[in-house]
């Protein structure tokens, strides 16, 4: 049996009006009580799963959640952090400097607020604030605190145009820096350390449980790594092709309560 169920949020755990169905809370709920830990695991900032936490009640003292795509897994209960991989204000002006000679939008994050440097604010930084509900605050370099803690950074465009930002990234940033797309406008650079795969072993290991005992589910590029690792990947429908490829089972959309039907073909039965 599964012990440890990893669930994506975006485009996975969220239909496309980014609610919980009742179809799917009631799966939760039933692998809950079941004895399953079950973890939202996403790229969104921590104060942008807060809500689905208390609405899906994964906020007991043995309840955890991963965000910032594995620079954070914390106890939703104590707010004990598990693990914090952060970038510093040295990266954010290095990475600043390649998003401005490559033309590109940039936007990071502490654990407070959304911070773009673009005087003309991208929508897409608006859309990232909006959706997970993270006020964004427009500073200069000079008004930033230097010691701002930073769990990661965001490269945003348009999707043609970030395919060609990401070719010309140097090779010196991509091997110091965890980088991956977790959709077509969006690339996220982490702690090298960080990844959704890495945070689900290490949460998996304080638990006691195998990785044979682990169950992923996601959408997206930023979910490889977890579906990679776990025992039992799961690529939602609507999942690029490389997740479906790497994943062991294919469920429905989500959209059609996918998730659900994942827990229950493979845990609840």
């Known amino acids: 049996m599964y012990k440890l169920i990893a669930i994506d949020m975006d485009g996975t755990l969220l ?21 399953v830990t079950v973890v939202l695991c996403t790229g969104r900032p921590i104060g942008g799963v807060t809500r689905y936490l208390k609405e899906l009640e994964l906020t007991d003292e ?17 707010n004990e952090n598990v693990v914090s991989l952060t970038l510093d204000y040295e990266d954010l002006l290095e990475l600043s400097a390649t998003a401005k000679a490559l033309q590109t939008p940039m936007h990071f994050f502490d654990q ?3 911070y773009t440097f673009d005087k003309d604010v991208s929508p897409y930084t608006i859309y990232e604030s909006y959706v997970t509900q993270v006020p964004l605050s427009f500073r200069t370099k000079e008004e930033l605190d230097n010691d ?14 970030l395919e060609e930002t990401k070719a010309a990234i140097p090779d010196s ?7 991956v797309q977790s959709a077509p406008f969006f690339l996220e650079i982490l702690h090298p350390e960080a990844s959704k795969g890495n945070a689900v072993k290490h949460l998996a290991r304080k638990l006691g449980i195998t990785r044979e005992e682990v169950m992923c589910i996601g959408d997206n590029g930023n979910d490889l790594s977890m579906i990679q690792f776990a025992g039992c990947g799961v690529a939602m429908e609507n999942a690029i092709p490389e997740l479906k490829e ?24």
């Open 62 to 78: 043995d309840d955890y959640v991963i965000a910032y795509n594995g620079s954070l897994v914390q106890n939703t209960h104590t």
């Open 15 to 35: 239909n496309d009006q980014h609610h919980v169905t009742p179809g799917v809370k009631a799966a939760l709920q039933e692998a809950k009580a079941a004895g």
């Open 246 to 269: 790497a994943a062991d089972f294919i469920t429905k959309s989500n959209n059609e309560d996918g998730v659900a039907h994942a827990i229950r073909m493979n845990v609840l039965n």
């Open 148 to 161: 701002i803690v930073i769990p990661k950074v965001m490269f945003i465009d348009e999707p043609s145009r």
């Open 173 to 179: 940033l991509k091997e110091r820096y965890e980088m």
């Open 112 to 114: 407070a607020k959304l």
